[in-house]
Each structure stands twice: as C-alpha cells, then as structure tokens.
C-alpha cells in the first residue's frame, strides 16, 4: 500500500513538451504558483542524491525567482503529521496510513523552503482545491491561472490541474519541475494536461520572461536592473550596483546582448565600455550619456 522506492529517470526525457490543445498565454498579474507536495516524506522516497530530484528543485527555485519579481503569490500543500483514520477514509485503503506519526517529514525542502510571504495549505486529497480554501483565495485576487510544480505528477499535479479546469482555472504545469513514479507516468501527466485541461510548458520559458520584465530595450535603470539580476539570480536587497559584475557572473556574451538590445534601441556602444567599469552604477550613468548624446 506504501509508496514505491522511485527509480531514476531522465528529466530530459520525461520533460518532452507534448503538444498543446490551447495556446492560453501566461499572465503573471493573473497567476499563482503552487508547488505541490515537495515534503521530505515524499522526496525520500526518491533516494539520495537523486539527480532527478536536484533538478526538479533548481527548477522550482527558478519558478520562484520569477514570482518574486512579477509578484505572483505562491501556495504550498503540504500533508499533515496526524492524520486520523476518518480523516484519510479511502486514502488509507490505497496508501496506508501516510505521514501519520512522521513529524520530521513533513517539513517542505529547505531548498525551496516558503517565504515569510508564502501561503501553506494543508493538503487532504490528491487534487489541491479539495477541503481547502484555494479556490476561493484566488477568486479574490482576481487570479484564474495556476502554475504547477511538485511531486507527483500523475497524481495529486495531474489532479489539481484537473479540478483547476473544472473550476474555470487556467492550469499550467511545468514539465521539468514536477516529478513522477517513472518515466512513462510523468509523460502521461503531461500527455493528459496538454489534451484534456490545461498547457503544459517548462521552465526556460519563465527565464525567457524574467529576461523581459518591464523596459524589453534595457534603457531605464530599472529595466536594466531586472534584467541583471534575472542573470545573475540575485535577490534585490542584496544587489550591490557599485559591485563588479563579472564577480557576479556576468560573462561576455551577456554583455553583447545587453550592447545588441540598446543599438536596436538605436543606443550605440562598445564591448569596451561596458567592460572597462563593469558595474550597475557606471552602466546608468554610461546609458544616460548615450541617450543625452542621442538626442
């Protein structure tokens, strides 16, 4: 009745974008991350040093970098440690008595530990709208769109995108930031969304937005700032602007891109420029002379 010990699989492999019945477009302002699940108790069962697990957490975390800067709310579930017999009713009979005396692993994955600001559900059935309160927080927050990650996808991911639809949610679920019992259950999860409820997409197109928040062209300080910081996966108070960026890992060709989005804002400069003070503070004042000159 337990939980299997999970054998590893390739992440590349299971996270193969299906192809989707509709092509809803994300909206940050509309959208709250749920991230499902990612208790040590179920993490365990994954083993140590799970590879697979590593990189479905990385990709979490990027997800959550993403929230932080367009201001998305994030809602965890997470089971509790007494759970009474009439509490899991069926859930007993197909998984046994779950966490139930287990208080060490109940706690969430330090690695994507919630935010003072984050909100935790407790969690009672596979689908998270179930004997919870989501629903009806997200209605008055005017959001309708769900972004999915966690474990495991064919069940309580698969569930929660389901009754998301049901209720007139949008479902998005993240294909490399879920994880499953094998390979072929993971595909099906997204086989499933991606025809029957909801989009299924992966995490670089949340990288791709964060590159894109606000100002596109990169000309205001703080389109340049979050383009920076969305690089370098920086937390804004702890950003210094008079710092060296190279030490923060801004190489060459993201200068170059940088250099490429202000000349097709017709703001010309040189490798050379950026990379003689390489700082937040002298590229303000190096884009400010620009645009003075310009004009």
Known sequence: MAIPKIAPYCLSRAAKLPQNKVNWAFEPSKAVLLIHDVQRYFIDFYGDDSVLIQQVLSNIQELKALCTLFNIPVVYTAQPAEQSAQARALLNDMWGPGLTGQQALTAIEPSVAPGPDDIVLTKWRYSAFQRSPLEA?????????????????????????CDAFMRDIK???????????????HQLTLT????????VTATETFKELRLTRGDTTLLTPDALKNH?????????????????????????????AIISKWRDSGIESSFTEL?????????????????EQAA
């Open 228 to 256: 920076l910081l969305s690089l370098i996966d920086e937390e804004e108070q702890a950003f210094d602007p008079d710092e060296n960026l190279l030490d923060y890992g801004i190489d060459s060709v993201q200068i170059m």
């Open 137 to 161: 927080m997200m209605k008055e927050q005017g959001r309708d769109q769900l972004l999915i990650c966690g474990v495991y996808g064919h069940i309580g991911v698969l569930m929660s995108a």
């Open 192 to 199: 499933y969304v991606a025809g029957r409820c909801g989009v």
């Open 275 to 291: 990379a003689e003070q390489p700082t937040f503070n002298a590229w303000v004042a190096l884009l400010q002379r620009k645009q």
């Open 171 to 185: 479902p998005f679920v993240v294909a490399d930031a879920i994880a499953d019992f094998s390979l072929e259950e």
